[in-house]
């Protein structure tokens, strides 16, 4: 229930906000990179969650890690850059200093680290040996598998591994970011008469982390050991002569945050090019090692990385649990995973073939993944098909290597359409896929563009021309999402399909702004950045302002992936205090403190984390009965709103507008599964269902309804 603001006795009339009240305080912003990681230590509970099937467990502790890896290698690398240059502030509204979030940083990752293997070890592992599936540590080799893994290193590992002994002539190796190393301790003269004992063993990342023991020599179906147990049993192997007095596995992350000034750059391609293979090289921000790590060595792997005592993790286990997630392909027990769907299709495209022709009849709303992303890869193919076809205009962000709408791209180029395609080569690890589509594109004839300098293209565009009699018409396709069709089983989405005439002049007048010169115009429906986006959600949240202090009805629902803009934060605080019910389903960083008292106590926060990435952006407004409701491509971010292209297009047809109302936000809020409730200290509660209340998932709830199955 919404909690009225403070009244005028005398008047009636709503009293003004309290003075004391200063909205630009830091204490009212949490800070960013702490609530990302607050982020992982939710997808980590999914993995301790035994409602969870035990494979798709390991999946989340996986994930979980792939996470921390890409925090290290660009939030925190990007705090040591501060810090390194003497900046005292990261300019951030929780007005932290770079080198206390660092502190911050480091004990809160340190504790969630050990939780990770804490889980892994007692509860993930146990239960996988109990369903039969086993990780066999050295320590319970029997003499035949002892006998099974030394020939596998001879043949299989050996061959591939070069050590590198440290003496004045060979120096610590350049070791790749987030590769698997052995630093190896020796004793005794070599052939040469050296005495060097350190040397370091690079693991080449085409080997298997992880490796399938036959029944015959295991004894079960699903038995494996990891190659760093492999590799440690034998290292002796290739010291010939010499003492082995200890091996230790570790790795290190890097600083992976490409850099290019794309004002002095003729090509941006080329310069990407050439910076990505640095990606692998940059500055260390964090060492890993096995628990049983002496100080000596962790000591001397410290200084030759350039790193303090806080960027140390020991941990008890492979040093990279990405790997693991092998296991999921390995073994085949489809009872310890996630049930089977099949995606469905809305009736209109299961009655009528021809794509143009259902869009001629109206609009329609997909919902991925629970509905199929194959009807935008149909489009695209029709498209490329028809010789009514034109041109065809498409935004790619990230996309399947092997994608069918890439093959339908060159499709049409080399059926003599036009075919115009801006790719983003500054999709942060996506660069090299990227470079590579816009590679091939290029030789198949495509216009490829690659965006608007200091400006990341971001918005996920289609468009389609089509001549019909005398007049061309154009076809649409928006979405929240990428054009990936891989993601698309795995992410929420919505994709939006529209032959609309004023939406498709919109849409028109971006691709001109994007691929031309001149000045912005004025769009009729949609709304995008840097221009029109920011400015309007202000006003939209200011006009349930005045609605509310003016006794009207006024509501706001929002779901993003993230929450950390300023101006907006501040705005929705101000609909609080005016007694705005707001609703905030923000799946990642949300640096918003709900309910401070007189600040924030009409705000709430969840975040849901289920099965599929909650990735669809929505935003919802009570507009004085209007219920507007748009889709878009930007979280409320500075970098979203302000640096990027993005767009945010309305969802006007009645029905089509309650179903997202419904599926983004009325399910959600009843959720007691799936959903997360930040408080106002930062930290996230559970919202678990009371005893013999109804399960309420929305995951699940819109896998019944509309999936095939």
Same mark, same amino acid.
């Given at each position: 229930m919404r909690k009225q603001p403070p009244h005028d006795e005398a008047t009636g009339e709503p009293a003004a906000p309290v003075a004391s009240l200063d909205l630009d305080d830091p204490s009212l912003f949490i800070n960013r990179e702490l609530s990302q990681l607050e982020f992982n230590a939710r997808v980590l509970e999914q993995a301790r969650d035994p409602t969870v099937p035990l494979l798709e467990r390991l999946r989340f502790l996986t994930i979980c890690g792939t996470n921390l890896d890409e925090f290290f290698e660009v939030r925190v690398s990007g705090l040591k850059q501060q810090v390194a240059f003497g900046i005292s502030s990261t300019g951030k509204p929780d007005g932290m200093a770079p080198d206390d979030v660092l502190a911050a940083l480091s004990d809160r990752a340190h504790r969630l680290v050990d939780e990770q293997y804490r889980v892994l070890n007692e509860e993930i592992l146990p239960a996988l040996e109990d369903e039969g599936v086993r990780l066999f540590g050295r320590a319970s080799w029997s003499a035949k598998l002892e006998k099974w893994v030394k020939r596998f290193f001879k043949a299989q590992? &050996?061959?591939?591994? #070069?050590?590198?002994?440290?003496?004045?002539?060979?120096?610590?190796?350049r070791v790749l970011n987030k590769a698997l190393n052995f630093v190896v301790s020796l004793s005794g003269p070599d052939a040469f008469g050296r005495s060097a004992d350190i040397a370091v063993v690079q693991v080449p990342r085409s080997l298997p982390r992880v490796i399938r023991l036959p029944a015959s020599v295991a004894g079960g179906r699903n038995d494996f050991v990891t190659l760093s147990s492999v590799i440690h049993a034998h290292l002796a192997e290739i010291f010939p002569g010499m003492e082995v007095t200890g091996?230790? &596995?570790?790795?290190? #992350?890097?600083?992976?945050?490409?850099?290019?000034?794309?004002?002095?750059?003729?090509n941006l391609l080329i310069a990407l090019k050439g910076e990505l293979p640095s990606r692998n090289y940059g500055a260390a921000v964090r060492l890993e090692v096995g628990r049983d790590c002496p100080d000596k060595i962790i000591e001397f792997l410290l200084r030759s990385m350039d790193l303090g005592i806080d960027d140390l993790y020991r941990v008890d286990g492979p040093v990279n649990l990405h790997r693991l997630v092998s296991l999921l392909d390995e073994v085949a027990r489809p009872d310890l995973k996630y049930d089977a769907f099949a995606p469905s299709l809305p009736r209109r495209l299961t009655k009528e073939r021809d794509l143009f022709e259902v869009l001629r009849g109206g609009d329609v709303l997909l919902h991925h993944p629970y509905q199929s992303f194959l009807p935008v890869v149909e489009l695209l193919r029709q498209a490329a098909e028809d010789p009514a076809v034109l041109a065809i205009k498409q935004t790619l962000y990230r996309t399947d290597t092997d994608s069918a709408i890439i093959e339908h791209l060159i499709d049409a180029a080399r059926r003599g359409k036009e075919v115009t395609v801006l790719v983003e080569l500054r999709a942060r690890f996506d660069e090299a896929r990227n470079i590579g589509l816009a590679t091939q594109l290029e030789e198949a004839g495509v216009n490829v563009l690659y965006g608007i300098v200091g400006f990341k293209a971001h918005a996920k565009l289609l468009m389609i021309v089509r001549r019909e009699g005398r007049r061309l018409r154009r076809y649409v396709h928006m979405g929240t999402g990428n054009?990936?069709?891989?993601?698309?089983?795995?992410?929420?989405d919505f994709g939006f399909l529209t032959a609309d005439r004023e939406i498709a002049e919109d849409v028109d007048r971006v691709w001109t702004l994007l691929t031309g010169l001149g000045k912005v115009r004025k769009l009729k429906h949609l709304l995008h950045s840097p221009f029109t986006l920011h400015k309007t959600l202000l006003r939209l949240i200011q006009d349930e302002i005045t609605a509310a202090q003016a006794g009207r009805p006024a509501r706001i629902l929002v779901k993003l992936n993230a929450l950390s803009e300023k101006r907006i934060i501040q705005a929705l605080y101000r609909a609080s205090q005016a007694g705005v019910e707001v609703d905030l389903i923000v799946r990642g960083i949300c640096c918003l403190r709900p309910g401070v008292a007189g600040v924030s106590e009409n705000i709430r926060v969840r975040s849901v984390i289920g099965r599929f990435l909650e990735h669809a952006r929505v935003y919802h407004f009570h507009a004085g009965g209007a219920e507007l409701t748009f889709c878009g491509s930007?979280?409320?971010?500075?970098?979203?709103?302000?640096?990027?292209?993005?767009?945010?297009?309305?969802?006007?047809?009645?029905?089509?507008?309650a179903r997202v109302k419904r599926e983004s936000f009325d399910l959600a809020l009843e959720d007691n599964?799936?959903?997360?409730?930040?408080?106002?200290?930062?930290?996230?509660?559970?919202?678990?269902?009371?005893a013999g209340a109804r399960r309420r998932s929305v995951q699940e709830t819109l896998l019944d309804e509309l999936s095939g199955d």
């Open positions: 590992v &050996q061959p591939v591994l #070069t050590p590198i002994g440290l003496d004045p002539a060979h120096p610590f190796p091996c230790h &596995q570790f790795r290190i #992350t890097r600083n992976s945050d490409l850099w290019v000034d794309e004002e002095e750059v003729e054009y990936h069709t891989t993601t698309a089983r795995a992410y929420t930007a979280d409320w971010m500075s970098r979203n709103l302000l640096r990027r292209v993005e767009t945010c297009f309305p969802i006007t047809e009645p029905r089509l507008a599964c799936q959903s997360w409730l930040l408080t106002s200290d930062g930290s996230y509660e559970c919202a678990r269902s009371r």
